[in-house]
């Protein structure tokens, strides 16, 4: 039934005011649905025709299920072999198709060759040690204060290249900072051997 003052009815009900209801309520409602109605309603035992009727119904429903099944087996092989001949085409086509790309593809040959790698440029750091080793021999047979310090100063720059010689050879040769620190250091040996060839 439609209501003829809808919107009347639902201002009126927006404008009525909300209540809260007392907490007892909720209690008294819930003592109110003790017992279950379940427990309330009497049990019946159906006759025994309605419970052979329902039984004659399911096994009518199976009997439709299996005779629609076995139409559908019929209908079935038709079917497969229609999807067999697609696979078969499809397998014929793509093979066809794979054959004539492999003989219309256009081979390709790969050529490689060794090349020999630049040698080294290994500075030789030991051309000067002969001209030092005299230095300093001539340095212990004469004992001057002056001559000795030079002495101590290319005995330091010595032990300080002999450790980046070291560091080169377990680092690697082609590390530029460390060939740049060898070549700062020799550069001051040779200073010092320098003044010490003026001092002799």
């Given at each position: ?6 919107k009347?009815?639902r201002?009126a ?5 909300e209540y809260e ?6 209690d008294?409602?819930?003592?109110g649905l003790?017992?279950v109605?379940a427990?309330?309603?009497?049990t ?5 025709g309605?419970?052979?009727a ?8 199976d009997?439709a299920?299996?005779q ?6 019929r209908s079935l ?16 086509t ?10 219309t593809?256009q081979t ?7 090349e020999?790698?630049?040698?080294k440029?290994?500075a030789d750091w030991?051309?000067d040690e002969?001209s030092?080793n005299?230095?300093?021999s ?5 004992n001057e204060?002056?001559?000795n310090?030079l ?5 330091e720059?010595t ?9 080169l050879?377990?680092?690697g ?6 060939t ?9 040996r040779?200073d010092?051997?320098r003044?010490?060839?003026?001092e002799?």
């Amino acid at each position: 039934m439609n209501e003829k003052n809808s919107k009347t009815l639902r201002d009126a009900l927006a404008r009525l005011r909300e209540y809260e209801a007392p907490a007892s309520t909720w209690d008294a409602i819930a003592a109110g649905l003790e017992p279950v109605l379940a427990d309330k309603l009497p049990t019946y035992a159906p006759a025994a025709g309605v419970w052979n009727a329902i039984s004659r119904e399911m096994e009518q429903a199976d009997e439709a299920i299996a005779q629609r099944r076995m139409a559908k087996e019929r209908s079935l092989p038709l079917r497969k072999l229609a999807g067999i001949a697609a696979a078969v085409t499809l397998l014929i086509t793509v093979g066809l198709g794979l054959n004539y790309e492999l003989q219309t593809r256009q081979t390709v040959s790969v050529a490689y060759s060794q090349e020999v790698a630049p040698a080294k440029n290994i500075a030789d750091w030991e051309l000067d040690e002969k001209s030092f080793n005299y230095a300093i021999s001539e340095i212990e047979v004469r004992n001057e204060p002056a001559l000795n310090t030079l002495g101590l100063e290319l005995d330091e720059l010595t032990e300080a290249s002999n450790e980046i010689k070291a560091m080169l050879v377990s680092y690697g040769e082609n590390d530029p900072s460390l060939t740049r620190q060898l070549g700062k250091i020799e550069r001051d040996r040779s200073d010092v051997y320098r003044r010490i060839i003026v001092e002799l």
